[in-house]
């Protein structure tokens, strides 16, 4: 099975700083037939379900702002706020789906 | 606009049994894939089952393999999950969401509004 490891756990940020959020996996999650990482990063705000933020590692979901951004490959990934609102205050999670589905353990963002 | 309507979850004493529901609209049921995802008061989101589009494909966490069931029934756009030997571990926040693909491996777009269920004596 594929661990998924996010850090840090917690982060606090300033509104309007840059928020970066690391995921990594127990083995590559790229598929090289097709080139595409099978990553995708939810933020679950309290009382609330999981929201795909991104997929593919990189590729934003309809309707999510662009200041969240995703990159990374193989093993290790990056979520990136670019400008913090304070709207973005969440728990975030990366998730695999290259062998079956496995979620990192979360990463409780707050404003500074 | 998707809709995913989970019911089905209660307080069930451990060895026990519950079947959870998941009524869905809004899209095209029997071209994707569907899954479970729990979540423990307080913890982390955790995989449970997938099921591919058509019900012939299935997989399982390894906590819950052999003692849980996914099946779905596309003409009445409905997934279940039948869960036997219940344990005290189980006690979670049961979600169901679709998958963007008709197959497992692709991420899930939809979630719903999730079903508790309590293992507890």
């Known amino acids: 099975d594929i661990v998924m490891t996010q850090s840090p756990d917690s982060l606090a940020v300033s509104l309007g700083e840059r928020a970066t959020i690391n995921c990594k996996s127990s083995?590559?999650?790229?598929?090289?037939?097709?080139?595409?990482?099978?990553l995708a990063w939810y933020q679950q705000k309290p009382g609330q379900p999981p929201k795909l933020l991104i997929y593919w590692a990189s590729s934003r979901e309809s309707g999510v702002p662009d200041r969240f951004s995703g990159s990374g490959s193989g093993t290790d990934f990056t979520l990136t706020i670019s400008s913090l609102q304070a709207e973005d205050v969440a728990v975030y999670y990366c998730q695999q789906y290259f062998t079956t589905h496995s979620f990192g353990q979360g990463t409780k963002l707050e404003i500074k | 606009e998707v809709q995913l309507l989970e019911s089905g979850g209660g307080l069930v004493q451990p060895g026990g049994s519950l079947r959870l529901s998941c009524a869905a609209s809004?899209?095209?049921?029997?071209?994707?894939?569907m899954g479970w995802v729990r979540q423990a008061p307080g913890e982390g989101l955790e995989w449970v089952s997938a099921i591919s589009d058509s019900g012939g494909s299935t997989y399982y966490a390894d906590s819950v393999k052999g003692r849980f069931t996914i099946s779905r029934d596309n003409s009445k756009t409905t997934l279940f999950l039948q869960m036997n030997s219940l344990r005290a571990e189980d006690t979670a926040l049961y979600y169901c969401?679709?998958?963007?693909?008709?197959?497992?491996?692709?991420?899930?777009?939809?979630w719903g509004q999730g079903t508790l269920v309590t293992v507890s004596s």
């Open positions: 969401a679709k998958v963007a693909a008709p197959w497992w491996n692709d991420r899930f777009d939809s």
């Open positions: 809004g899209f095209h049921f029997s071209d994707y894939a």
């Open positions: 083995q590559s999650v790229l598929y090289s037939s097709n080139n595409n990482n099978y």
